[in-house]
């Protein structure tokens, strides 16, 4: 088992800039792609990011490509990401997500809380 915790959410105007954290428990986060999700209030919860285990594959949703950078440190178990550019509509609940596979194949088996960001125009 896995547990995910959030951090690094708040308020920030637009055109301005985030890092999300997420600490995993145990000592198998090193070998799990990981995943950043996000869900706005009355919608799905979609896409943002992936990262693979050893951070050497990413892959991004289009509406945040450019704009998003996900990254790794295996060594103190945390998944990041950078958020730069904020549009009020990337406003959201952000969780994060690891698969119990080394590289990505969108089949996430453990979810953190999630943490809110709110972006102001």
């Known amino acids: 088992q896995v547990q995910l915790v959030e951090s690094g959410g708040g308020l920030v105007q637009a055109g301005g800039s985030l890092r999300l954290s997420c600490t995993a428990s145990?000592?198998?986060?090193?070998?799990?792609?990981m995943g950043w999700f996000r869900q706005a209030p009355g919608k799905e919860r979609e896409f943002v990011a992936a990262i693979s285990y050893s951070g050497g594959t990413t892959y991004y949703a289009d509406s945040v490509k450019g704009r998003f950078t996900i990254s790794r440190d295996n060594a103190n178990n945390t998944v990041y990401l950078q958020m730069n550019s904020l549009k009020p509509e990337d406003t959201a609940v952000y969780s994060c997500?690891?698969?119990?596979?080394?590289?990505?194949?969108?089949?996430?088996?453990?979810w953190g809380q999630g943490t809110q960001v709110t972006v102001s125009s």
């Open positions: 997500a690891a698969e119990r596979r080394r590289t990505i194949s969108y089949n996430f088996d453990f």
């Open positions: 145990g000592r198998t986060f090193v070998t799990y792609a």
